[in-house]
């Protein structure tokens, strides 16, 4: 886990098949650590290895807590 902005974060890879992996990005709230405030999949999109999934969930994460930020 990792924090950006004061937001806990973490990127999950979730097994497509047998040799591809999806992206699972899950945010947490700042005074709550333990309370998942936002998830999100991108089950479109698969990778050859678990890292490049968890990866691209932080850049989920990410960019999920700017767009939040301009609102």
Known sequence: MEEYKNYPIL???VRADEMLWH???L???PERPIKTIKCLE???IVYTS???AEEYALIL???W???Q???
């Open 61 to 63: 994460c990410k960019a």
């Open 42 to 44: 991108c089950p479109d």
């Open 50 to 52: 678990g890292q490049e």
């Open 69 to 71: 930020r301009t609102l």
């Open 11 to 13: 990127g999950l890879a």
């Open 23 to 25: 992206s699972l990005g």
């Open 65 to 67: 807590i700017d767009r």
């Open 27 to 29: 945010v947490f709230a």
